[in-house]
């Protein structure tokens, strides 16, 4: 049952009390975004109870590897897709429109946002996620404590793997429950295909510029955090939003949102780019210069070759073979850091100016500023 205060037509906005914070936007975001997200966690569970129920059915061992990837999914997170998609619909539609027809839509996208995590740690290697062990770090210590043959790394990778396929299932199930017109769900579901296609894509070029980065560049980082971020965390989820209203392709809201959606989505990976390198893991879940370790051709470390001067950029080579925070601090002393700054800067400013002249509801507009600060100046 989702959350009684979205239930209804419309998340409610309660005044700003005495002590929520020296930003009256943001503190009156996180009132009425805290309710949405409960209604999202609300819809997953009780989605993910039954699918595991399903998977028991076939045997005790898939009942416990599907109990795994629920795991995954209602681990944490900040629910930000299906915020931003709620935003996307809301801002067309209005105040009135009840919210239970959309809400599996909505919850969708955390399930998507689930299956690319589970399978970009396995990509990357990553030891560590929101503070806790990664999926396939995880099912490789239960493999040892089974007492399992084989190798254990190779078996927590596998069945990662699944765990990210069946989310990405599960997605599209739990997609077909919102209680839409069939024809204006077919659009949604393009809409939803296209983002799956530009995540993959974006994906793609992260890894290549792993294996690539004598070729990389400045603008090949930015369309990296274009497709593989943007894409499906800020600008398809707000389209996507739309097409849940109704709202054509063609119309001034989507170009809005899509202005929009690329300036935040791309602001949001610059300044993870920023914590990757000097973020509090204690904050962010993972450890501090991970990008740096493998060389990654992030736009923060384009940046820094690009304004090295030759004896900065000798100093970068050498540390790039050594510690990671003497590496940080050469990147910082270029002025990448404080030009990254001013991108992420300039981009929230686009995207403000995006819905200054959109047609755009008023609370959503209020909410979609909001969010465009919040998303961007984070400490995780």
Request: net charge negative.
């Amino acid at each position: 049952m989702a959350n009684d205060a979205v239930a209804g037509s419309a998340i409610r906005v309660p005044p700003a009390r005495p002590g929520d914070g020296d930003d009256p936007i943001r503190a009156v975001l996180a009132a009425y975004t805290r309710d949405l997200i409960a209604a999202v966690d609300d819809t997953l569970t009780n989605f993910l109870t039954a699918e595991v129920d399903t998977l028991a059915e076939i045997d005790a061992a898939t009942g416990g590897f599907a109990a795994s990837a629920r795991a995954a999914v209602l681990a944490g997170g900040k629910r930000i897709r299906p915020t931003f998609a709620y935003w996307g619909w809301r801002g067309a539609v209005g105040g009135t429109e009840p919210l239970p027809p959309v809400l599996p839509a909505l919850a969708a996208l955390e399930l998507l946002h689930t299956f690319a995590l589970v399978h970009d740690d396995v990509m990357d290697s990553s030891a560590t996620r929101r503070g806790r062990p990664t999926i396939h770090v995880a099912l490789a210590a239960q493999h040892v404590a089974a007492g399992h043959r084989g190798d254990p790394g190779r078996f927590g990778e596998a069945v990662a793997v699944l765990v990210g396929d069946l989310c990405m299932v599960w997605a599209d199930r739990l997609l077909a429950h919102a209680t839409v017109a069939p024809a204006r769900l077919f659009e949604v579901r393009r809409c939803y295909d296209q983002m799956r296609v530009e995540t993959i894509a974006g994906q793609y070029l992260d890894v290549l510029g792993e294996n690539d980065a004598a070729n990389w560049s400045i603008d090949r980082a930015l369309r990296v955090a274009r497709y593989k971020t943007a894409s499906y965390t800020v600008q398809r989820p707000l389209l996507y939003g739309a097409c849940l209203a109704g709202v054509p392709a063609d119309d001034p809201l989507a170009a809005a949102y899509t202005r929009y959606g690329l300036a935040v989505g791309e602001a949001f990976q610059l300044r993870d780019d920023l914590l990757g390198a000097y973020g509090d893991p204690a904050a962010t879940g993972k450890p501090a210069g991970d990008d740096l370790r493998t060389g990654k051709p992030t736009t923060l470390l384009m940046l820094a070759r690009q304004l090295a001067t030759p004896a900065q950029l000798k100093a970068l080579d050498r540390a790039g073979e050594g510690r990671v925070d003497r590496l940080a601090e050469l990147i910082a002393d270029t002025g990448a850091v404080a030009r990254v700054e001013r991108m992420i800067a300039e981009r929230v400013g686009d995207a403000l100016a995006a819905l200054d002249s959109a047609p755009v509801d008023r609370t959503a507009r209020t909410a979609l500023t909001g969010l465009a600060t919040a998303a961007t100046n984070r400490r995780a």
